[in-house]
Nanobody, 126 residues
Framework: QVQLVESGGGLVQPGGSLRLSCVASGITTITHTMGWFRQTPGKWREFVAKVKWSGGQTSYGDFVQGRFAISRANNNNTIYLQMNKLKPEDTGVYYC???????????????????WGQGTQVTVSS
């Protein structure tokens, strides 16, 4: 009975910012790696960011280049993705994801994740 619910997407101009949220139920963010992926039309599902279940270790896709920050709010079982300096090529559907494994820092491969949210649309356009 795992659910991941994303929110916070929308339309922004190039250079703008968005903060995405992912509320997890059925799992906790202090036992599972939490990740963000995105699906861009005409491209594959792409790794964006992940955070370890403990200690705050994070990892980002190569394209991020310091513009995004993933964080964990343990008090309400929520993961955030702060997105700054957005570019048109960031446009896509962003998905929150979690693996079935606990106490394990999963890798950046989408196949390592078992639970997925419904996605939230991010559109960057002038």
């Amino acid at each position: 009975q795992v659910q991941l619910v994303e929110s916070g997407g929308g339309l922004v101009q190039p250079g703008g910012s968005l903060r995405l949220s992912c509320v997890a139920s059925g799992i906790t963010t202090i036992t599972h790696t939490m990740g963000w992926f995105r699906q861009t039309p005409g491209k594959w599902r792409e790794f964006v960011a992940k955070v370890k279940w403990s200690g705050g270790q994070t990892s980002y896709g190569d394209f991020v280049q310091g513009r995004f920050a993933i964080s964990r709010a343990n008090n309400n079982n929520t993961i955030y993705l702060q997105m700054n300096k957005l570019k048109p090529e960031d446009t896509g559907v962003y998905y929150c994801a979690a693996p079935a494994k606990i106490y394990y820092y999963s890798g950046p491969q989408a196949s390592a994740y078992n639970y997925w949210g419904q996605g939230t649309q991010v559109t960057v356009s002038s």
